[in-house]
């Protein structure tokens, strides 16, 4: 990668209107089951530090009428940038408060309740989130209960960073707002809505 | 009367407008029960009749899907017809009107008999979102009663029914408790199908195009439908199997079959009474 | 065997075909033009591009033969082509004031810059029957056209003496909502109202319009000035820096002067209405100035009790096309909610005869509760 923004940027779906509505239907589903990982297929030359699952929810999901923060090194990527800024136009802010969307990876992830949560009246308007978690290796695993889960469901959670188990329970505390989180990696995409209830699993520990 | 579809995009609707239905819907997935308003387009059919199932399902809709429309349980009823027309023209998707073979319903006024599974996606068209319309007409109050979760009114109406006919006078749209926090209006379903929603292995979509306002109820999620602890809900019954197919346990339309008061009854639910009908005859 | 649900799709097919062959008519005369149509039902075209939110006389003519006359149709093909079109950008706000108008009036002042100028109008025409052939365009124009010194808004001449309150937000002037784009949350901002009003059912405003003046929220109007006439749209291009013309729009708008307010600290001024449409739709433009301002109580610290002064119940029943989609679908099936209904009341009315019988019986000595 060179540092200096690409003159054009690598194109985004092959075919936009069909691409888009089967990442969706992904998207939809991970979110209806929460936990249960959903194969996502994205745009063949992605930029490199948002790989093809991160861009493909974003070519998805965004558009001139969001707002999206960066976190971590996205923010400083120029390929990201003028990739996103080409084919979404959705305006970037410096402020995670502001945003709709935040793309970023779990050790940039501003703690929860800093982020839009909607109001009791408009719990729709809170902030949506879609975690990085490629090569993420920690050992957390969660079990996962709430709407979309037949019972429980295990979650592995290699991104989970210290402290990301008390910020959830009180992201689920202050339903209904509360943020939703979408884990994307390279080819899967994992829905965590602000419903899902998730309880700390011992490692080797069997659900 | 043809239709030139040429110059329209796939599923009808352009992409910024599934957009923004498709990021209203992760939102109505993730506050189950919760309705989302949105800016609800003009689709080419009248407002009331089926315009927001129309546009939720524009924007789940893929060549890998098929499609079955279902109104009042059949999908030969005119407006079924239509509707499927228009999605096989606009999204080039296959039909079908069995239950079993389809990933999206679009459905008004029923649940199909056929119990759903994982995988599938129900998209009921509705008129009235606010369970407490009837009772509240303002928008700015009823938002503030789901904001408070105080559904009193609801609970003083069917009590005052209770008291007035010695039953709750509900016999569709029953209201329901969804993850026991958001009171919603199930569309004009029967209150027979009340319960297919509680623990549904499908995803359940909403959508008031008049109205403008999208909800969901996730997989595997509770669905209450409301009652007393003396004057619990009680779905409706049939007496009589179905004249054509002798299904019992199935919702039923009575037909007219002459001027004396004659009448028969027969499957609302035109797929399974086929289905059950064949079965029957191969048993004989 | 019951047959009744079956057959959907050919009864679509039948009923379209005769559809067809009703909307044509006699085939031994021609079929109507829509570009006919546009030039000789102009006062219809414009209230299916206004109420249609979309400006192009051709395509709204064309709608209206379509739609066999039915406006409310009509304007139903014109939002749902409007809906897929994409959107390239934004036109700047058109000036009004700059308009050469065919039409201007004011109720409130007997002479004025610019003067009065009758245009086309039914006002004064006597309602008897002509011969269209021979009535033909009997006068000439009389040539004046609008002078030179141009014609200010009444309203302005009024605001230059601090006798109105001023055209825009005292807090800046925001840029508008859009509920084609955005879901519409009440309260609305005013720039939303309008936006619902000029896209709101003629005969609904009017209707409304005409309550206010009958004291269901009266607000003592006076008809400002109604102007008619075309304007330039002009298009801000990033590239060049300055705005470029697309293209001219005829518009009629109607500034209404209502009830002034005032109080120990400020002082007393006349307050607006506002109405704008597409084309020559005076009445419509009227009526969405009378109910603009009276949706307005509230901000004017008014007493709202009357409908036209409520929001909510205004803005929700004034779009024709939502009202008709869903008075009409009542004639859909509703076989299953009345099945559900019906079982009921058989219910109840069996129990009502148990409960009937009993008590005669209990009459009788003969039952024990």
Known sequence: MTSTAPALPAPGFDDPARDAQRAFRAVLDALARPATGVPLAGPARPPTALGPGLAALALTLLDTDCTVWLGGALADDAATTTWLDFHTGARRTADPAAAGFLITPPAALPPLEALEQGTDEAPHLSATVILDVRGCAGPDRFTASGPGVNGTAELPAPWATDGFASDWARNAARFPRGVDLLLADAAEVTGLPRSTRLSPLAPGQED | ?284 | MYVAVKGGERAIANAHALLAKEGRGDPALSPLNPAAVAGQLGVLVARVMTEGSLYDPELAARAIVQAQGDVLEAVTLIRSYRTTLPRFGYTLPVDTARLPPQRRISATFKDLPGGQQLGATFDYTHRLFTDRDTAGPASAPDGGGPPDEGMPRVSDLLGASALIEPDQALDGDPEPGDLTREPAVFPMTRAERLQSLARGDEGFLLALGYSTQRGYGNNHPFAGEIRVGEVDVEIEIPELGYPVPVGRVELTECQMVNQFSGSADTPAQFTRGYGLAFGRSERKAMSMSLVDRSLRAGELGERAAAPAQDEEFVISHSDNVQATGFVEHLKLPHYVDFQAELGLVRRLNAEFRERAEGASGRHDGAEEA
Request: aromatic share 10%.
């Open chain 2, 1 to 284: 009367m043809s239709t030139d579809l040429t110059g329209y995009n796939i599923a009808y609707l352009d992409e910024q407008t599934k957009r923004m239905l498709r990021r209203a819907l992760l939102k109505a997935v993730a506050i189950p029960g919760f309705q989302v308003p949105f800016a609800s387009r003009e689709v080419p059919m009248p407002r009331g009749w089926g315009t927001g199932g129309v546009q939720v399902t524009a924007a789940i809709i893929g060549t890998g899907d098929t499609l079955k429309v279902i109104d009042q349980g059949a999908d030969d009823t005119t407006n079924a017809v239509s509707i499927r027309q228009f999605f096989a023209a606009v999204a080039h998707a296959s039909t079908t009107t069995r239950t079993s073979e389809a990933t999206v319903i679009q459905t008004r006024h029923r649940i199909p008999e056929t119990p759903l599974t994982e995988g599938q996606t129900i998209v009921y068209q509705v008129p009235m979102p606010e369970p407490l319309r009837f009772l509240e007409p303002r928008e700015t109050e009823t938002r503030r009663l789901h904001a408070l979760a105080d559904y009193g009114l609801m609970y003083v109406k069917l009590y005052e029914d209770i008291a007035r006919y010695g039953h709750i006078a509900q016999t569709y749209s029953y209201p329901v408790m969804v993850a026991g926090r958001y009171l919603m209006s199930p569309s004009p379903i029967p209150s027979f199908d009340n319960p297919k929603m509680h623990q549904s292995p499908a995803l359940q979509l909403f959508g008031a195009g008049r109205e403008k306002r999208i909800y969901a109820i996730p997989p595997y999620t509770d669905v209450e439908s409301l009652g007393f602890e003396d004057y619990p809900f009680e779905p409706q019954t049939f007496d009589d199997p179905c004249a054509i197919c002798g299904s019992t346990g199935v919702y039923l339309d009575e037909v007219i079959t002459d001027d004396k008061g004659g009448s028969m009854f027969v499957c609302s639910d035109t797929d399974h009474c086929e289905h059950a009908a064949g079965q029957a005859e191969v048993t004989r």
